[in-house]
């Protein structure tokens, strides 16, 4: 089933190895100056010199690179958690609830995403990632339920700059209907500079043909992708819209806002 994970691909995320130490930082060596009168009695932050807090603020982040055993195994567990919804259907041990007709369905994703965030709370705290959280945010960009959709994205966002996953996102969002999704897909897209190409198509798809509502959001929040290259062809599409509707005032109004800006006003 399509929107199933595959538990042999998870089960092979989940047995990389992780071996790497963690990096060390050195800090600078604080820097001299000429003393001044008075200066002796001051405090550091006062006399120019750096504070302990201060040195530690300008020091570079260093993420960690492993993580230890009960950590592994913390991982270990949300990972299988989340494998075992993911696939239920199959093992006929999905949760049930029989007050309508799809509200099992519903129950599933509810808590499916609600794994999904804990999981990506677990690596946010740890300051940790790697392929596997790179591939269970893949694994889910392209779910149907909308609870799960917005924690894989979350847990995208989290993460440096995927292709891989990038590429899956766009494809599930040419036939989204739903406007939040659209809407903060629409954000970390813009880590993308490369796709553009991509993404202007996509763009340029849903305010033609998309839902009202996903239109209507493509609209509203497209400024931060027009750049002078796509200018001209979203000037086209604003054209072809029907002049009345939400979508094409709004995407005029953020193509005026854009060349205004382009011309230093």
Known sequence: MKYLLSAVMLALVGALLLTAEFG??????????????GEADRPASLSGEPTPQELTLDQPRVQRQSLDDQS????????????ELANCHQTYSCPQNLSDPRASDILQGKMLAEKLRAYADFHRENDYFDGESAEMARAFLDHPDGFVQEAAIDLMSMQAPNRDNALVLIEALESS????????????????????????QLLAQSLQTG??????????????????????????VAEKLPQNSQRAKALKSNLREFRLRQSGG
């Open 72 to 83: 592994r195994q913390e991982r270990g567990l949300l990972h299988r958690q989340i494998v």
């Open 211 to 236: 839902s009202l509502f996903v239109a209507q959001e493509v609209a509203l929040n497209i400024l931060p992708h027009l750049s002078p290259q796509n200018l001209q062809a979203f000037e086209e």
């Open 24 to 37: 060390q930082q050195q800090a600078p060596a604080p820097a001299t100056a000429e003393e001044k009168p």
């Open 177 to 200: 209907y739903d406007a939040k999704i659209v809407n903060q897909a629409m954000k970390e897209l813009q880590r993308y500079p490369d796709l553009q190409p991509q993404v202007d």
